[in-house]
T-cell receptor, first 114, second 112 residues
Framework: EPEVTQTPSHQVTQMGQEVILRCVPI?????FYWYRQILGQKVEFLVS????????KSEIFDDQFSVERPDGSNFTLKIRSTKLEDSAMYFC????????????FGQGTRLTVV | AQSVTQPDIHITVSEGASLELRCNYS??????LFWYVQSPGQGLQLLLK??????LVQGIKGFEAEFKRSQSSFNLRKPSVHWSDAAEYFC??????????FGSGTKLNVKP
């Protein structure tokens, strides 16, 4: 069964460093998302991406965040200068078409900023 | 504004007892509805979903959920809980094929 793959599963980084979280969406999907879950809190929407551009972003997704689809398979989330409060589980998701409401989630990357 | 409410933060049930986790959403139209389960440190596993049709949907691991339009609810049920069901459960809704809105989650504890 096709699945969304995220790497790494866990990353520890020092405050102020840049991190790139990687995702391989399901191959024929067209819509891509990043969500975040701070420990003990609910899952929050960060950004959606379609046709090589951001289609929607939340207020959390400020200038320190960026997304990219560098090739035909990867979808990345970059945090330019990490802060302690960026520590969270980050989930990537992908969706097939405009008429398919279901998105498939990856297993997440746990980011710890120290 | 769209929102999802899971009024129970923690629930404890005895193994073998029945379970119902509540979920309410606020929106005029019928959204697409989902339940996910998350074990500690793990990702989100889809339990079941409702798009249209029969308002009682069956999912994996013996779970079911019933959509009640009049109550804007999509409660998750299981007739007999197993110790392995201890986890956190998230209700989520999607409007207009767009992003997910998640509830704040219900942590389920199962007593032996």
């Amino acid at each position: 069964e096709p699945e969304v793959t995220q790497t790494p599963s866990h990353q520890v980084t020092q405050m102020g460093q840049e991190v790139i979280l990687r995702c391989v969406p399901i191959s024929n999907h067209l819509y891509f998302y990043w969500y975040r879950q701070i420990l003990g809190q609910k899952v929050e929407f960060l950004v959606s991406f379609y046709n090589n551009e951001i289609s929607e972003k939340s207020e959390i997704f400020d200038d320190q965040f960026s997304v990219e689809r560098p090739d035909g398979s990867n979808f990345t989330l970059k945090i330019r200068s990490t802060k302690l409060e960026d520590s969270a589980m980050y989930f990537c998701a992908s969706r097939a078409t405009g008429t398919a409401p279901e998105a498939f989630f990856g297993q997440g990357t746990r980011l710890t900023v120290v | 504004a769209q929102s999802v409410t899971q009024p129970d933060i923690h629930i404890t049930v005895s193994e073998g007892a029945s379970l119902e986790l509540r979920c309410n959403y606020s929106y005029g139209a019928t959204p697409y509805l989902f339940w996910y389960v998350q074990s500690p440190g793990q990702g989100l596993q889809l339990l079941l979903k409702y798009f249209s049709g029969d308002t009682l949907v069956q999912g994996i691991k013996g779970f079911e959920a019933e959509f009640k339009r009049s109550q804007s609810s999509f409660n998750l049920r299981k007739p007999s809980v197993h110790w392995s069901d201890a986890a956190e459960y998230f209700c989520a809704v999607v409007y207009n094929f767009n992003k997910f809105y998640f509830g704040s989650g219900t942590k389920l504890n199962v007593k032996p």
